[in-house]
C-alpha cells in the first residue's frame, strides 16, 4: 500500500491530468458556442482543443503508471483498465511527449482508431480515479456510489 507522500505525489499527477480535462470541456463549449451549440472537433479551433485533449489524455496514462507502480486497487478504476484502451493510451502519451517525425504519429492516430469508445472510457477513468482520491482523502465515504 502507498505511503501517504506517494499517495499524494500521484494526486498531483491526477489533478494536473484533470485540469487539462477542465480546460479541454471550457474549449469544446466555447467553440460549441461559436458554432450553434454542436461541439466543434475540427476546423478553426480544432488545433487547441486536440492540444488539451491530448495532454489531458497522456498525463492521466502518468496516473494509470503511478497506481500500477504503487500497487493501488480500487473496483472501478481496475475494471477500467483492463481495457484494452490502456496500451494504446500508453502510446498516446509517447506519441504527444516524445517527438514524432510524423505530425501525425500513428501513436497519436491508433487511439482514436482503434480505440474502444475512447472518450466515454477517458471520462469516466478519469472520473474513477478522481473519486478514489475523494474517499482515500475521507471526503466521500467509501461506499459512495460511483457517480
Sequence with gaps: MAVDEELLSLHRYF???????????????EHAAEHGGAPVYAGENWNESWLWMSYWYAGLYVVIEGWRDLGLADEEVDRLLNSPNVDLLRRFRNGTFHYQRKYWS????????????????????????GRYFLIRSGRIPPDAPPR
Excluded at 17 to 27: G, I, K, L, M
Aim: hydrophobic share 45%.
Design 106 to 129: 500513428e501513436k497519436l492516430v491508433e487511439l482514436i482508431r482503434d480505440g474502444d469508445n475512447v472518450p466515454q472510457w477517458v471520462s469516466e477513468l478519469n472520473r474513477m480515479f
Design 15 to 29: 489533478l494536473a491530468a484533470n485540469q487539462q480535462r477542465v480546460e479541454f470541456e471550457r474549449v469544446l463549449r
